[in-house]
């Protein structure tokens, strides 16, 4: 008996010891896979969603010190009949500084029942093209604004926008496709701690929840999943992790079901800090060569109109989202983000390499 109960002890150590090992080495391998702040500022990174409209004197040395370029997105919005678009400047600002920037062009479907709408529109694509863009967006007015002459809301799996994807394929453009919003805009504002709540409270034009007559998010993202079916040969990196960044879930499905799809993290980040860590870690592990670095950011206004303390506040912050974003990606830490409290990633070397530019660079050698 008592050799029997010290054999049960002496097991129950001996298992305890085993698992805290395992643990122990766990963590270890993790803490040793962690890369360093030096290794993270050598990574080569690109933003590939980033709408520096106007130049800044400070941006060409920050961009250098972390060894970043980034992609000027233009977006064209519509105000009233007419369309607001971008494009100019950020061919001036990437004329300026080719070895920093890349150029991404748009295009909306407004006047997709004119006999000329392909023509002119795939002209206009055609001259960007030439001029440097090699991407084109899609915004969330295809879906959310945009009407055809009956007044139908005109989503992107339009069979009438083919010819367009079409001369896509054909010229192995990327489409960077902000279709839809976080489910959050179709919701009430409730919850203050919601990553997208500020964002709704100052900007309730885009708050769906508002407007009935806006189809439902069910609708949009179903003709949007239905766009990337059809069109097996484009490819789309859809911006803001699809628009369903708040359930990863949702996203590996939809990632297992089209090849052609990959999924860029711009302001996103906050719904990710709200699942668990581990899991999402997990998730940018099995889907390295399909995730790609966005931020989003951007400078609204041109230079000469802010005062030099604006400026420099203006580039410590920017310092300091980056940062933040690479913290959670490359650090084991406890952090917030975006209101929300998380740990970081720690995602290792070669995934990080994937995701700030292998998977961009890629899309580059298979289009232009
Ligand atoms: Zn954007």
């Known amino acids: 008996m008592i050799f029997f109960i010290g054999f049960r002890e002496l097991f129950y150590q001996i298992w305890l010891l085993l698992f805290f090992c395992l643990i122990g080495c766990q963590q270890a391998k993790v803490s040793s896979n962690l890369v360093s702040e030096e290794d993270l500022k050598q990574l080569r990174k690109i933003d590939v969603h980033a709408h520096y409209k106007y130049p800044r004197s400070y941006l060409p040395n920050f961009f250098k010190r972390w060894n970043m370029k980034a992609m000027l997105v233009d977006v ?114 409730e919850d203050p701690n919601n990553p997208h709540y500020n964002y709704y409270k100052s900007n309730p034009q885009y708050h769906a929840y508002n407007f009935p007559e806006i189809p439902s998010y069910e609708t949009i993202i179903g003709a949007r999943d239905q766009w990337v079916k059809n069109n097996p040969d484009l490819k789309i990196i859809a911006a803001h992790i699809l628009s369903m960044s708040n359930d990863i879930d949702a996203v590996a499905q939809r990632l297992e079901a089209y090849p052609n799809l990959s999924v860029e993290l711009g302001a996103r980040f906050g719904d990710l800090a709200m699942q668990d860590s581990e899991k999402v870690r997990i998730f940018f ?84």
């Open 76 to 189: 064209a919005i519509e105000q009233g009949d007419s369309i607001v678009k971008n494009f100019d400047n950020y061919l001036t600002h990437y004329e300026l500084l080719p070895e920093l920037f890349y150029l991404c062009t748009t295009f909306t479907a407004k006047g997709i029942d004119s006999p000329d709408y392909i023509d002119k529109t795939i002209a206009q694509l055609k001259s960007n093209i030439a001029q440097g863009a090699r991407m084109v967006k899609v915004w969330k007015n295809f879906g959310m604004v945009t009407k055809d002459s009956k007044g139908n809301y005109i989503q992107i799996d339009d069979q009438r926008l083919n010819p367009i994807w079409d001369f896509l394929v054909e010229n192995k453009i990327t489409v960077l496709a902000h279709i839809a919003d976080p489910e959050q805009a179709w919701r009430p504002l």
């Open 285 to 368: 592990d099995k889907y390295q060569d399909r995730i790609l670095f966005g931020t989003d950011y951007g400078t609204g206004e041109a230079e000469y109109q802010k005062s030099s303390e604006a400026l420099l506040a203006e580039a410590k912050n920017l310092e300091e989202r980056y940062q933040l974003l690479f913290d959670y990606l490359t650090k084991q830490d406890s952090m917030v983000l975006r209101k929300q409290q998380t740990k970081g990633l720690a995602l290792s070397k070669s995934v990080l390499e994937k995701i700030f530019s292998k998977n961009y660079l890629k899309f580059l050698t298979r289009s232009n």
